[in-house]
Nanobody, 115 residues
Framework: QVQLVESGGGLVQPGGSLRLSCAAS????????MGWYRQAPGKQRELVAVLHKVGFTNYADVVKGRFIISRDNAKSTMYLQMNSLKPEDTAVYYC?????????WGQGTQVTVSS
């Protein structure tokens, strides 16, 4: 059974930084991709960044150059380094793991960018 637990959200001022973590438990060796999604109030969930097992990454245009996705294999943990945060980055951020045709989700962590 795969479980994903996010952490690292919070309140930050515009221009600030946060690092989100997603700790995975269970057997995830055969995953296809891991990624971060977000959902703002009244909006649909959207892709933020994804890291494919073969190594390449994709980012939403609105976060390119500001966010960095990475993974620590030894710790089975994925990260999202978020820099130059903007108020429009405010959302609940979800960790996603795609494996064997199934999507696993974390419970989400709130990120609020406000002065």
């Amino acid at each position: 059974q795969v479980q994903l637990v996010e952490s690292g959200g919070g309140l930050v001022q515009p221009g600030g930084s946060l690092r989100l973590s997603c700790a995975a438990s269970g057997s995830i060796f055969s995953f296809n991709s891991m990624g971060w999604y977000r959902q703002a109030p009244g909006k649909q969930r959207e892709l933020v960044a994804v890291l494919h097992k073969v190594g390449f990454t994709n980012y939403a245009d609105v976060v390119k150059g500001r966010f960095i996705i990475s993974r620590d294999n030894a710790k089975s943990t994925m990260y999202l380094q978020m820099n130059s945060l903007k108020p429009e980055d405010t959302a609940v951020y979800y960790c996603n793991l795609n494996m064997n045709g199934y999507d696993y989700w974390g419970q989400g962590t709130q990120v609020t960018v406000s002065s």
